[in-house]
């Protein structure tokens, strides 16, 4: 085994030619690394958990990078260590954490609260990609106990898995720290409580409870905007939790800063925590998505079916899986062939319900918002890259969330051809799903994300 100093060594190489940022967030600082004498790279982890999601997640990549560094037969080896496990901070059934530390008598019980509906999710059902992947690391860190300092948010819209990630924090956190006090429920929930608290005589009740969490999860935190009492009892139920080692995970549809009333004590806690942005679900991870869902409700389903799919339903991971579903319905119940034109024609329902009521004027001002241009210049006889590829994704979009058929939005953007709309939404199709990118006012960005983010203002708007 190598000396400390080498094993830094080793983890900057690997690093640098895997990317820092990737590197950084799949292996940790406590991650010890060393190298066999046949060049072999072991990496040791503090718990089975954290050596699993790294092998899932990097373990092709690095592979590949040590066979080239080390030679053709040097391989990668994930161990787990768990003595190199931190402790953590577990609350004692005796401490009482409410205000009124003087009481003498138990308070009365609170009403019970019933939990958000889904929490059963796991990280091993969670599937990880380009759109949540910070988050997804950030999560597991803490469910392993590694998490310091402030709360974790995990903010963006709605379908984008926001949800599933606090019930895998939740599990796995519960599993490994099996006498930890445990909390997941909804905004909604933490406000009806507290205000209950309130009426009756049950506030030391309410603050024991949540003030004495090991883990506190809230969801759909923009819900408490405006109610300044609530929000100032957050405040100092976050306090509490963490000056005595305990976690908070927070989840909202906005980033923080943008929820109006949020207040600016509870935002500066916020901060100083953790914030991760959970994307719309890219091209490759809705395909892993389609992939593991037919496989769980045994459809099977070409795989060009699948990617056809993943490239049509764009809008978040509970659309996709709604439209699975569906197709899942007409193929049992009406006997109808999963094919090509089956996963167009549901895939068209889907996204008409989703964003119903868009119209081309909201696609264009909100394309142009984001490329930095303005309308008259899509609409114009430009052949600049910079108008061209915006105004072929207003028209891909136009095709795709209205009911406007070729020649009305050719006619639209500048009064073009229907052909050339069909040829612009056909260079559009083809490129999805193949790491293409496309020009903006702040350099070249990846056509998924590009497309998503404009999906995700329109869903907004």
């Known amino acids: 085994m190598e000396g400390p100093g080498e094993g830094a060594a080793l983890r900057d190489r690997l690093a640098e030619a895997l990317g820092r940022d990737r590197f950084d967030l799949w292996v940790d600082r406590d991650t010890l690394l060393h190298q066999q004498a046949g060049g072999d790279v072991h990496l040791v982890f503090a718990s089975s958990f954290l050596c699993d999601t790294a092998r899932r997640n990097l373990g092709s990549e690095l592979s590949l990078v040590t066979r080239a560094m080390f030679g053709e037969h040097a391989q990668v080896v994930f161990r787990v260590d768990e003595s190199l496990a931190k402790?953590?901070?577990?609350?004692?059934?005796?401490?009482?954490?409410?205000?009124?530390?003087?009481t003498d008598t138990t308070p009365p019980a609170l009403p019970a609260v019933k939990p958000p509906a889904d929490q059963g999710g796991t990280f091993d059902s969670f599937v990880v990609g380009r759109s949540n992947e910070l988050a997804a690391r950030a999560g597991a860190q803490l469910a392993a106990g590694n998490h310091t300092g402030g709360p974790l948010v995990i903010w963006g819209p709605p379908g984008s898995g926001k949800t599933h990630l606090l019930s895998a924090v939740k599990n796995a956190f519960r599993q490994r720290f099996r006498r930890s006090r445990v909390l997941m429920l909804s905004a909604e929930q933490f406000v009806g409580t507290y205000v209950e608290a309130l009426r009756g005589s049950g506030l030391p009740s309410f603050r024991q409870k949540y003030r004495g969490a090991d883990l506190?999860?809230?969801?759909?935190?923009?819900?408490?905007?405006?109610?300044?009492?609530?929000?100032?009892?957050?405040?100092?139920t976050i306090d509490r939790i963490t000056a005595a080692g305990g976690r908070v995970v927070l989840a909202s549809c906005h980033e923080p800063g943008t929820i109006d009333n949020l207040g600016p004590e509870l935002l500066s806690r916020l901060r100083a925590g953790l914030v991760c942005e959970v994307a719309?679900?890219?091209?490759?991870?809705?395909?892993?998505?389609?992939?593991?869902?037919?496989?769980?409700?045994?459809?099977?389903?070409?795989?060009?079916?699948?990617?056809k799919l993943a490239a049509s339903v764009s809008s978040g991971a509970r659309e996709l899986l709604?439209?699975?579903?569906?197709?899942?319905?007409?193929?049992?119940?009406?006997?109808?062939?999963?094919?090509?034109?089956?996963?167009?024609?549901?895939?068209?329902?889907?996204?008409?319900?989703?964003?119903?009521?868009?119209?081309?004027?909201?696609?264009?001002?909100?394309?142009?918002?984001?490329?930095?241009?303005?309308?008259?210049?899509?609409?114009?006889?430009?052949?600049?890259?910079?108008?061209?590829?915006?105004?072929?994704?207003?028209?891909?979009?136009?095709?795709?969330?209205?009911?406007?058929?070729?020649?009305?939005?050719?006619e639209y953007f500048g009064g073009r051809r229907h052909s050339t709309v069909i040829s612009a939404h056909r260079r559009i199709e083809s490129q999805v799903g193949r790491l293409s990118t496309v020009s903006t006012n702040r350099g070249n960005a990846n056509l998924e994300e590009t497309l998503g983010q404009i999906e995700t203002k329109l869903r907004m708007a």
């Not at 490329?371 to 891909?396: C, D, Q, Y």
Request: hydrophobic content about 40%; glycine content about 6%; aromatic content about 4%.
């Open 322 to 410: 709604g439209a699975i579903e569906r197709l899942k319905a007409r193929h049992e119940l009406l006997g109808e062939v999963i094919d090509l034109m089956l996963i167009e024609q549901i895939a068209g329902e889907v996204n008409y319900q989703t964003i119903r009521r868009v119209a081309m004027d909201d696609i264009q001002r909100v394309v142009c918002d984001h490329f930095g241009i303005e309308a008259k210049a899509l609409r114009s006889n430009s052949r600049h890259k910079s108008v061209t590829e915006p105004r072929m994704l207003a028209m891909w979009l136009a095709r795709k969330y209205t009911q406007a058929g070729w020649r009305e939005i050719g």
């Open 87 to 102: 402790p953590v901070r577990l609350a004692e059934p005796s401490v009482v954490a409410g205000n009124d530390a003087r």
């Open 280 to 307: 719309a679900a890219d091209y490759a991870t809705r395909l892993e998505i389609a992939r593991r869902r037919c496989r769980r409700l045994g459809l099977s389903t070409e795989e060009v079916c699948l990617e």
């Open 216 to 236: 506190l999860l809230i969801d759909d935190l923009h819900f408490m905007a405006g109610k300044r009492a609530t929000l100032e009892e957050l405040q100092h």
